[in-house]
């Protein structure tokens, strides 16, 4: 009988012990590669350091940590760990993340190039960069991984502050560059100089003898590219449209005084039937 109550109270004892144990905070190196931090009233807490292969050094192993890995009041990545202007990684105490910088001054700066990968997630088809006021989910015809800006609406303006800009092309000339076919309902193109000089009284009309000379001598209307020069340099549409105008308001100009001639010859002739009229008139008598 002594026996079993000095095995029960071993028992007890052991229990008991086990369950301070538990209960007691714990920072140690297990002999392996781990440091190890557990307080208990907050949590089983686990592998915090470790050496793990390939020469890493991981925190929060193998998530031992469920409640995640927290750092605060900033956070540096740096080569070597030497820090300088030009940090790899960098978290202000304002939540501004620098890549390449210690100080970002908005949510993301980034010093350096950039490349962006878009890719399908999950079954959906998300593969679009998009940079965006809101989440928005957009779908697109033959989805081929594109990129989407888009403002806070209403007149809002998205803005490209760069020399040349090339859709399509590699190496654009002009500030748009379009390899491609272009599709709008309205284009707006300012003109200077546009033609309406050509009905003041000063412009003199090239008359239409001179007109023809010039078509049999170059092959095109005066004033207009050739076919040869607009398939090597293209044509500037505001030039373009303010050309066939100016082409248009000179046919207009011949076209009126054609009328003005051909009705003057018509009340020409009439005067010359009422004068026969009359003659015959004369005659008969």
């Known amino acids: 009988m002594k026996r079993l109550k000095r095995l029960l109270s071993l028992a007890l004892f052991l229990l008991l012990s086990q369950i301070n144990y538990a209960q007691t905070p714990e920072f140690y190196f297990n002999g392996a590669a781990d440091v190890i931090f557990r307080f208990p009233p907050r949590g089983a807490g686990g592998r915090a350091l470790v050496h793990d292969t390939d020469n890493v050094f991981s925190l929060n192993y193998g998530g031992d940590f469920t409640g995640g890995t927290r750092i605060g009041n900033g956070f540096r990545i740096a080569n070597n760990g030497s820090f300088s202007a030009f940090d790899r990684l960098f978290l202000s105490t304002d939540g501004?993340?620098?890549?390449?910088?210690?100080?970002?001054?908005?949510p993301l700066t980034v010093y350096g190039k950039s490349h962006f990968y878009p890719s399908r997630v999950g079954t959906g088809d998300a593969r679009c960069?998009?940079?965006?006021?809101?989440?928005?989910?957009?779908?697109?015809?033959?989805?081929?991984?594109?990129?989407?800006?888009?403002?806070?609406g209403g007149n809002q303006p998205l803005i490209f502050n760069a020399a040349r800009?090339?859709?399509?092309?590699?190496?654009?000339?002009?500030?748009?560059?379009?390899?491609?076919?272009i599709r709008a309902r309205e284009i707006k193109v300012e003109a200077?100089?546009?033609?309406?000089?050509?009905?003041?009284?000063?412009?003199?009309?090239p008359t239409l003898k001179e007109t023809?000379?010039?078509?049999?001598?170059?092959?095109?209307?005066?004033?207009?590219?050739?076919?040869?020069?607009?398939?090597?340099?293209?044509?500037?549409?505001?030039?373009?449209?303010?050309?066939?105008?100016?082409?248009?308001?000179?046919?207009t100009l011949h076209l009126i005084r054609l009328e003005e001639a051909d009705l003057k010859q018509k009340k020409h002739i009439d005067e010359q039937d009422k004068i026969i009229k009359n003659l015959k008139k004369s005659v008969k008598k």
């Open 96 to 106: 501004n993340l620098g890549i390449g910088t210690f100080d970002p001054e908005v």
């Open 192 to 205: 200077a100089n546009w033609p309406d000089y050509v009905f003041e009284k000063e412009y003199i009309l």
């Open 129 to 152: 960069l998009s940079v965006d006021n809101e989440l928005t989910s957009m779908n697109f015809m033959n989805n081929d991984y594109p990129i989407v800006f888009k403002t806070g």
């Open 165 to 181: 800009v090339g859709i399509g092309t590699i190496n654009p000339q002009e500030m748009l560059s379009v390899n491609g076919n």
């Open 212 to 251: 023809k000379c010039y078509i049999e001598q170059h092959g095109h209307l005066p004033d207009m590219p050739s076919a040869k020069v607009v398939a090597k340099e293209g044509q500037n549409l505001g030039e373009i449209q303010a050309k066939l105008l100016k082409k248009v308001e000179e046919l």
